[in-house]
Nanobody, 128 residues
Framework: QVQLVESGGGLVQAGGSLRLSCTAS????????MAWFRQAPGKEREFVTA????????YYADSVKGRFTISRVNAKNTMYLQMNSLKPEDTAAYSC?????????????????????WGQGTQVTVSS
């Protein structure tokens, strides 16, 4: 069992930056592939980015590529999402998720249904 807690959300102007954190309980954090998803009001949940258990592989949605960076520090049971050049369309509730062996199957890491554990989410609001 893994419990995930997000932090770092807030209100920022367009063009600004935020760093989200996802902290996990338990000793097995390092064995999970991790991801960030987001959901805006009235829209479906959307894949943002994922990172393999070792940190050696990452993948980004086209909408955030070049602006967002995912990373993790397994010794701290923590994953990060550095968000730069934020746009109003990035406004959403951001949630982290953990799953197993997702980078061994094509595009599995992009599917919310593949993840076993989820955090409660943190709100990011980008004003224009």
């Amino acid at each position: 069992q893994v419990q995930l807690v997000e932090s770092g959300g807030g209100l920022v102007q367009a063009g600004g930056s935020l760093r989200l954190s996802c902290t996990a309980s338990g000793r097995t954090f390092g064995s999970y592939d991790m991801a960030w998803f987001r959901q805006a009001p009235g829209k479906e949940r959307e894949f943002v980015t994922a990172i393999s258990w070792s940190g050696g592989s990452t993948y980004y949605a086209d909408s955030v590529k070049g602006r967002f960076t995912i990373s993790r520090v397994n010794a701290k049971n923590t994953m990060y999402l550095q968000m730069n050049s934020l746009k109003p369309e990035d406004t959403a509730a951001y949630s982290c998720a953990a799953g197993v062996a997702l980078f061994t199957r094509v595009s599995a890491y992009t599917r919310a249904s593949e993840y076993n554990f989820w955090g409660q989410g943190t709100q990011v609001t980008v004003s224009s």
